[in-house]
C-alpha cells in the first residue's frame, strides 16, 4: 500500500508539473564582451573585469557612497573561504553574481547581495611547483568572458569554467618544461580571440614567456618567450633575434634567465596590443648572469605584442641590465591624458625601480619618468634616450655591499592603483625602503632551487649592524647615513599627478609594509585596506581619512565596488601573504586566527564587521625529542634547509606555514621521511619531495630540524627559570 500510494503521488505530481506553465529559463551567467566592458561607464552596477574597464583604473562611477553618507559605512555580508593565505584578488561581478579567486587558483561564485555561494572550484593540482615559487600560493583574480570564468592554476593549468555552474569547459597545460622551477600567481586578461596568461618563476630557473590560447578550444595560439634561449640554436622570434646580442657570456641560458610576466597584463582594442611587464633576471647579479654586461633584454621591460599572433610590437627597458630586482611587473594602467595640450593614449606604471612611467601606447614613445619614492639607484631617466642615469658608486655592488633605495620590495609592487578621472590623480600604494645589496657566490645549478647571486639585507637593519654580515656594518656609519635617504621603512598611499608629474597628497599608513591595493569613486573617496586590519576611506583631493572600518583581518587586495537592486557594495578579499616579498607579520597573523581568508563587503547602513576570534598566546616549545645524527649530519642538514625549505618554513609561531620546532612530525624520523618525500600532507600545501631530496639528505635535515627545537627550548628554559632565581632572593618583578 505505501508503495502504491507513492507511485500515484509521483505520477499526479508529474502530471501538476506537465500542466503547469513553464518558469522562465534563468539568464546566462557571465555574458561579458567587448561592447559590454567598451561601455562599463554606462553600467556601473557591474565591475566587470579585474580593474573594472578596459584601462583597469580601479575607479568606478557609483556615488551613493560619498564623502556624506560613508559615515554609516558597515559590514554587509563575509565569505569564509576556508584558505589561510594572501589574498590578492579584486572580485569581479557580472549581473549580480560576484566570482572572485583565492588560493592556488580556487574559484568561488557568490550572490553579490548576500555572500551566499552558487558554486565552488578548486583545481586538482601538483603542489609541487610551491617549491620553485615567489611569494606564496596566491592567485589575483579570474577574467569573466562570453559565458565562460577564465582562471589559472597556480601548478600551470589554465581552465575554463562554464559561468553558470562552474564545471570545467577546457582545461590546457601552460607549462613548457615542468623541471624548471614555473608558477603562476596572475590573473588571466581577454584579448581578442585569445586569453593571456604569463608565469613566474624568476628566482630560480626558469625561462619566462607569455602565451595566448583560444578562448573557445584552450589551443596555444601563440609564445613570445622574454629571454633568449640557448645562442648555438635557432631564436623562437626575430624579437629574440634582436635580443640576443644584449646578453653576454656562453652559459646564462643554463639557468632560464628569468623574466617571467608574472602580472601586469592589459589589452588596447584599438591598437590591438597586449601590454606586459617581466621580471629579474636570474640571478640577480649580472657579473653571475651575463658576463656583467649587457642590456639582457627583455628583462625589467614593458613590452607590446599583436593580440592574434603574438608578434613583438615594441618594447621599453625601465632598467637596463636589471640586477636590484626591479621587475617592471606592477599594474599597467591604460588612459588618455592631455599632455602639451594634445590628448595623448597612454599606459602607466608606478614601477618597482622607483619612477612613474608614462608612455605612449600605440608607440612606445618614453613621455615622462619622474621618481615617486626615494630613488638613488639612478639620479633621472634621460628623456631623449629613454635610460636612467645610474649612480653606479651607489648602485653598482660588484665591488662591495652597497646601500641603495628603493629596496626590492619596491616602490610600488603588484598592488593595483587607481586613476579617478574627478581628480585627474593616480593613488598609488608606495613603499619608502632602502636595501643593502652585496655579491654572494652562486652555488652550483639544481632544479627548481633559487639562486639569486646576491645578499640583501633591509636598510633599517643598519640600525642594529650587529646583525648583518660584517661586510654590510661598514654602511652603519652615521656620517655616511646622513647623506642617504631615511633608513627606516614606511608605507604610504600617494595621490600622483601624472601630469605636472609631482605628489600632490600622501597619506603615511600605520604599517611599514603597509601597501593596500587602491580604489577610488565617483563619490569623492580612495578606498584601500590595511596591514592592520584596518579598512581606510579618504577624500580622494586632500588624504584626508574619513572613515576606519576595523575588519580583524589583514588587507593587501585592492577594494571594488558595485551595485545590486539600487544597493551600492564595497567588497574585499582579506588575508594577508605575498605583500611583495613573502613576508608574515606576526602581529597581523595573531589577530586574524592564523590568518583565516574571508571575502567582505560593506553598505550603507550596514552593521559591526564580526571578527575572527583571536589566537591563544603563543605556548613555549614543547620539550624536544633527543638529538639524532652526528655533528656533520647536522651542519649538512642545515645548508640543506637553508636551500630547500627556509623560504618558507622560519621559527615563527605566528605563520601560516608551521614553526617545525612545535610540530609532532619531528619527534619522528620515519613520519618526518613521509611528509617531507612522501608528501602525506600534500592537502595541507605540503608537496613531495621525493624526487629532489634523498632519503639520506631528508635525515639530515631531521636532524637540523631537532637541533634548532632543542637550542629553542634551553633557551626558554633558562629565561623562565631567571624569574625564580629573582623571587628566591627576595627581589618582588612587580616593584622593578
Known amino acids: 500500500m505505501i508503495r502504491t500510494t507513492h507511485v500515484t503521488f509521483v505520477l499526479a505530481a508529474a502530471l501538476l508539473v506537465a500542466c503547469a506553465p513553464k518558469p522562465a529559463a534563468a539568464p546566462a551567467a557571465g555574458q561579458v564582451d567587448l561592447a559590454r566592458l567598451q561601455g562599463a ?6 565591475w566587470l573585469a579585474s580593474g573594472r574597464d578596459l584601462g583597469k583604473t580601479h575607479y568606478s562611477p557609483l556615488q551613493a557612497i560619498n564623502r556624506e553618507t560613508v559615515g554609516t559605512l558597515g559590514f554587509a555580508w563575509e565569505y569564509q573561504t576556508g584558505t589561510n593565505r594572501g589574498m590578492q584578488a579584486t572580485p569581479v561581478v557580472v549581473d549580480g553574481v560576484m566570482y572572485v579567486s583565492a588560493m592556488g587558483g580556487r574559484v568561488y561564485a557568490l550572490d553579490a547581495a548576500t555572500g551566499a555561494a552558487k558554486w565552488t572550484f578548486e583545481p586538482q593540482q601538483d603542489l609541487r611547483n610551491v617549491r620553485g615559487a615567489c611569494c606564496d600560493i596566491v592567485n589575483r583574480g579570474v577574467a569573466v568572458w562570453q559565458g565562460r570564468v577564465y582562471v589559472a592554476g597556480f601548478s600551470g593549468a589554465l581552465y575554463a569554467l562554464d559561468a553558470q555552474d562552474g564545471h570545467i569547459v577546457w ?6 618544461d615542468r ?15 585569445v586569453v593571456v596568461i604569463g608565469n613566474g618563476g624568476a628566482e630560480y630557473d626558469s625561462r619566462g614567456y607569455i602565451s595566448g590560447y583560444d578562448l573557445q578550444t584552450g589551443k596555444q595560439v601563440w609564445r613570445f618567450y622574454t629571454v633568449p634561449g640557448d645562442p648555438s640554436k635557432p631564436q623562437e622570434s626575430k624579437a629574440l633575434e634582436m635580443a640576443l646580442p644584449t646578453w653576454k657570456g656562453d652559459k646564462w641560458w643554463e639557468r632560464g634567465g628569468g623574466g617571467n610576466p608574472w602580472d601586469a597584463i592589459s589589452y588596447d582594442p584599438e591598437t590591438n596590443l597586449v601590454y606586459f611587464g617581466t621580471a629579474n633576471g636570474a640571478p640577480w647579479s649580472r657579473g653571475q648572469r651575463s658576463a656583467g654586461e649587457g642590456d639582457n633584454l627583455y628583462l625589467s621591460s614593458i613590452v607590446a605584442v599583436n593580440a592574434d599572433t603574438g608578434d613583438y610590437a615594441w618594447h621599453y627597458q625601465t632598467t637596463p641590465g636589471e640586477r636590484w630586482d626591479y621587475d617592471a611587473t606592477p599594474h599597467i594602467m591604460l588612459a588618455t591624458l592631455k599632455l602639451g595640450g594634445v590628448d595623448r593614449k597612454v599606459l602607466m606604471q608606478a614601477s618597482k625601480n622607483g619612477f612613474f612611467y608614462v608612455l605612449d601606447r600605440k608607440s612606445g614613445e618614453l613621455l615622462s619618468a619622474d621618481p615617486f619614492v626615494a630613488t638613488t639607484w639612478a639620479s633621472k631617466v634621460d628623456l631623449k634616450t629613454g635610460r636612467p642615469v645610474e649612480n653606479t658608486a651607489l648602485a653598482d655592488y660588484s665591488d662591495g655591499p652597497k646601500l641603495l633605495f628603493p629596496s626590492a620590495v619596491g616602490g610600488h609592487n603588484f598592488n593595483p592603483m587607481s586613476l579617478s578621472p574627478r581628480t585627474g590623480l ?18 652550483p645549478h639544481k632544479r627548481e632551487r633559487i639562486g639569486t647571486g646576491v645578499q640583501v639585507a633591509f636598510s633599517f637593519q643598519l640600525a642594529a649592524p650587529q646583525s648583518l654580515p660584517p661586510s654590510m656594518r661598514k ?7 646622513k647623506t642617504q635617504p631615511d633608513i627606516a621603512m614606511s608605507a604610504s598611499l600617494k595621490a600622483w599627478d601624472p601630469v605636472s608629474r609631482k605628489v600632490v597628497w600622501e597619506f603615511k599608513n600605520s604599517s611599514f609594509m603597509d601597501h593596500g591595493g587602491v580604489l577610488s569613486t565617483a563619490g569623492g573617496l580612495v578606498v584601500q585596506g590595511g596591514l592592520d586590519g584596518k579598512l581606510k576611506v579618504l577624500n580622494d583631493q586632500t588624504g584626508e581619512l574619513i572613515k576606519e572600518i576595523d575588519v580583524g583581518t589583514a588587507m593587501i587586495a585592492a577594494p571594488m565596488t558595485y551595485r545590486v537592486k539600487g544597493e551600492q557594495y564595497l567588497a574585499i578579499t582579506a588575508g594577508t601573504g605575498g605583500g611583495g616579498w613573502n613576508f608574515w607579520f606576526p602581529e597581523n597573523i595573531a589577530f586574524t586566527n592564523g590568518n583565516a581568508n574571508r571575502i567582505l563587503a560593506f553598505k550603507l547602513g550596514g552593521g559591526a564587521t564580526p571578527k575572527p576570534e583571536p589566537l591563544p598566546p603563543v605556548q613555549p616549545l614543547p620539550e624536544p625529542p633527543a638529538q639524532v645524527g652526528t655533528t656533520s649530519d647536522i651542519a649538512a642538514g642545515a645548508k640543506l634547509f637553508a636551500a630547500n625549505c627556509g623560504s618558507c618554513h622560519g621559527n615563527a609561531p605566528r605563520s601560516p606555514v608551521p ?9 619522528d624520523g620515519a613520519a618526518f621521511q613521509q611528509v617531507v618525500r612522501g608528501g602525506s600532507l600534500t ?19 631531521h636532524a637540523y630540524v631537532v637541533s634548532t627545537a632543542r637550542e629553542g627550548y634551553a633557551v626558554e628554559q633558562k629565561a623562565s627559570a631567571k624569574p625564580a632565581a629573582s623571587q628566591r632572593e627576595g627581589t618582588s618583578q612587580g616593584h622593578l
Open 659 to 667: 614553526d617545525l620546532r612545535r610540530s609532532g612530525v619531528v619527534r
Open 475 to 481: 654602511l652603519a656609519d652615521p656620517a655616511f647615513l
Open 171 to 176: 582545461q590546457t597545460d601552460t607549462f613548457q
Open 179 to 193: 623541471s624548471r622551477a614555473y608558477s603562476i600567481t596572475g590573473a588571466p586578461v581577454i584579448a581578442g580571440k
Open 683 to 701: 592537502a595541507r600545501g605540503m608537496p613531495a619531495w621525493d624526487d629532489l631530496l634523498t632519503e639520506a639528505e631528508v635525515t639530515q635535515i
Open 426 to 443: 593616480v593613488y598609488i600604494p608606495s613603499v619608502h625602503s632602502g636595501m643593502v645589496m652585496a655579491e654572494n657566490p652562486l652555488p
Open 41 to 46: 561607464d554606462s553600467e556601473p552596477d557591474n
